[in-house]
């Protein structure tokens, strides 16, 4: 089973489906859970409630139920594991599986199309909780972007990366695998195998680096030329004036 489940209250409050009543009021307490579509910690009401009498006929492990998001009313699938059958009632467990997790979200405009390809697929492995395999597109899309930061690059983003260490205060020894990862020389054997902490560092870390490398020189001369652009419409009608 997935390590992503609901952190809520496990055990001791059930979620029962009544053979007799439809959905027992236990089912009307709503859920509060971070929408993976609009990505707003969001209530969550019952959708779509699968019928109880087909369920104790089959008795089926898990059980799928369909919530609706109260901020933009998208369906959101979440599976239970059913705790107890009997006479008439399914009871199944508070915590749920998520079947789709909220993305991780990034000005990926402002990257070269190479690094951007790459670091789309690293944050798509990262809601997935496939840490390892986020790991290895990280690298990837690391080097991707020393290459296109050019001569020198790898050395910038290294003194950043250094920066954000500091300014996060993050210690030396949670920190060398991060380092590893993104700046080993090594095939991937050298990877370490990271667990959901270190890979939200890593993830914090590796958009720290893209936006002070791409996203933040993309807005500035941007929002410069902006300027430029109004200045120059100004002399230009000073001088027609
Ligand atoms: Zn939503």
């Given at each position: 089973m997935s390590d992503r489940q609901s952190q809520q209250s496990q055990g001791e409050m059930t979620i029962v489906l009544d053979n007799?009543?439809?959905?027992?009021?236990?089912?009307?307490?709503r859920l509060g859970l971070e929408c993976p579509h609009c990505g707003v910690y969001a209530h969550m009401s019952p959708q779509s409630v699968p019928d109880a009498a087909a369920l104790l006929r089959d008795k089926p492990k898990h059980v799928g139920l369909v919530y609706q998001c109260d901020a933009c009313h998208a369906p959101v699938f979440l599976r239970f594991t059913v705790r107890e059958y009997s006479d008439n009632r399914v009871e199944l467990l508070r915590n749920f599986v998520e079947l789709e997790r909220p993305k991780e979200r990034f000005?990926?405009?402002?990257?070269?199309k190479h690094t951007e390809v790459l670091f789309r697929e690293a944050l798509t492995c990262y809601s997935n909780n496939s840490f390892n395999a986020f790991a290895s597109m990280c690298r990837r899309a690391a080097r991707s972007s020393f290459n296109a930061l050019g001569e020198g690059g790898k050395l910038r983003a290294f003194e950043e990366v250094l920066t954000a260490q500091d300014i996060a205060g993050i210690d030396d020894e949670t920190f060398t695998p991060i380092k590893a990862v993104l700046?080993?020389?090594?095939?991937?054997?050298d990877l370490p195998l990271l667990n959901r902490a270190q890979a939200g560092i890593l993830l914090e870390v590796l958009k720290d680096l893209f936006y002070q490398c791409f996203v933040r020189h993309g807005k500035l001369t941007r929002a410069i030329k902006v300027r430029q652009f109004f200045v120059d419409e100004e002399n230009s009608s000073l001088q027609s004036a």
């Open positions: 007799d009543q439809g959905i027992e009021s236990q089912l009307e307490e000005a990926f405009s402002y990257l070269p700046f080993g020389t090594g095939t991937e054997e």
